[in-house]
């Protein structure tokens, strides 16, 4: 989805896990405890990226604690699209993709999987609500074209488009 909405927007595009898998290309990521420390690291690379940069499209699995005022410390123009599907459906395309290895997936049990979707959701429930919120139902198909327009209104101060 980052991805569509970057180039419908013309907008870059800076995703965390790209971030991260470049880290473990360049550094190596021998074991979970490394991934979670370049995850982090990682973390600090996009921040920095958003910051520097005038416009992008930022993807991210936010960290409702500390991304809120983060990024508000660095946009003064937000719109946030928040995904929204069931854990089981979010455990199961999780379950289902490829990543580079790195992420360590193969080590992680389906139950596992599944208990770290739910305490991901219960720890960061919803949006993180920093600015204009587009919520996308991503049970149903991807209209990138339409979502693109809702997210240019609120940029432009108006209301999003149905």
Same mark, same amino acid.
């Given at each position: 989805?980052?991805?569509?909405? &970057? ?15 470049? %880290?473990?290309? &360049? %550094? ?15 973390? /600090?690379?996009?921040?920095? %990226? ?25 946009? &003064? ?10 854990? =089981? ?22 139950? =596992? ?19 204009? %919120?587009?919520?996308?139902?991503? /049970? ?23």
């Amino acid at each position: 989805m980052g991805t569509a909405l &970057s180039e419908r927007l013309g907008l870059p595009l800076i995703d965390k896990d790209a971030i991260l898998e470049a %880290l473990f290309d &360049s %550094l190596g990521c021998p074991d979970r405890d490394e991934r979670h420390r370049l995850s982090r690291a990682s973390d /600090e690379v996009l921040y920095a %990226l958003a910051a520097a940069s005038q416009a992008a499209v930022v993807v991210n699995w936010w960290d409702h604690r500390a991304s809120p005022a983060r990024l508000r410390g660095i946009a &003064s123009s937000i719109v946030e699209v928040f995904c929204e599907c069931p854990v =089981e459906v979010a455990t199961a395309r999780f379950a289902g993709r490829s990543r580079h290895p790195g992420h360590h997936d193969p080590v992680r049990s389906p139950d =596992e999987l599944a208990e770290g979707v739910r305490a991901m959701r219960e720890a960061f429930r919803g949006p993180l609500r920093v600015g204009e %919120l587009v919520r996308v139902d991503t /049970e149903e198909p991807l209209d990138a074209d339409s979502l693109a327009g809702q997210v240019l209104a609120l940029l432009e101060g108006g209301r999003p488009r149905a």
